[in-house]
């Protein structure tokens, strides 16, 4: 079956610093999205990317998606104590099919 | 935040008793899901519904069952609890956007401990 791998599994990062996490699947996808969950709380969806090669940002965040369509990558630049979190991957291998997510990064912020 | 409530939120239960957790949508939408999270598995699907007494399994489906007799309310019923349920289960939903794809909501979450 389709299989989504993160990596790192965990990142800690000084504040102010930035970092990448990667996202790779084993089949081309039709879209991926991300997720991110706070401690104790519930995946929140942050976006969605669907064409080939597109890069996406929010604030400081640069989501990009890649050119053949199995991997991804999340950016975050001068991160902040509010980036703390497990970030996660998902992808769809169709348009309407189930999401399958990947293990997360767990994001920790060193003041 | 998608109007989503899962009951119970926290639940202690022992081994070999049934358990049902139950999500209720206002949002109308077609698709529920229920997910279970754990260290080190991220999310993973236990069943899904795409209509009302329509459902199908997830990757991770055996000791669980669903049902949906309305559009709003998706029971995960665990007919005989086990030590490797204990989990925290998310119910979600979703509305195909068609060529882009599902966007899926999350409720807060059921913390279940099976003793």
């Known amino acids: 079956g389709q299989q989504v791998m993160q990596i790192p599994q965990y990142q800690h990062v000084q504040e102010g610093e930035d970092f990448t996490t990667y996202c790779n699947s084993s089949t081309t996808l039709s879209n991926i999205q991300w997720y991110k969950q706070r401690p104790g709380g519930h995946p929140v969806f942050l976006i969605q990317?669907?064409?080939?090669?597109e890069v996406k940002k929010q604030k400081r965040l640069t989501f990009q998606f890649g050119e053949a369509k199995k991997n991804s990558s999340l950016h975050i630049t001068a991160t902040q104590t509010t980036d703390v979190g497990t970030y996660f991957c998902?992808?769809?291998?169709?348009?309407?099919?189930?999401?399958?997510f990947g293990g997360g990064t767990r994001v920790l912020v060193k003041p | 935040d998608a109007g989503i409530t899962q009951s119970p939120r926290h639940k202690v239960t022992e081994t070999g008793t049934p358990v049902t957790l139950r999500c209720h949508q206002t949002e109308n939408h077609r698709y529920m899901y229920w997910y279970r999270q754990d260290p080190g598995h991220g999310l993973r699907l236990i069943h899904y519904s795409y209509g009302v007494k329509d459902t199908d399994k997830g990757e991770v489906s055996d000791g669980y069952s669903v049902s949906r007799s309305k559009t709003e309310d998706f029971l995960l019923t665990l007919e005989s609890a086990t030590s490797s349920q204990t989990s925290v289960y998310f119910c979600?939903?979703?509305?195909?956007?068609?060529?882009?794809?599902?966007?899926?909501?999350f409720g807060e979450g059921s913390w279940l401990t099976v003793v």
């Open positions: 990317l669907v064409k080939s090669g």
């Open positions: 998902a992808g769809e291998r169709a348009a309407g099919n189930k999401l399958t």
């Open positions: 979600a939903i979703s509305e195909t956007t068609g060529i882009t794809g599902n966007t899926i909501y």
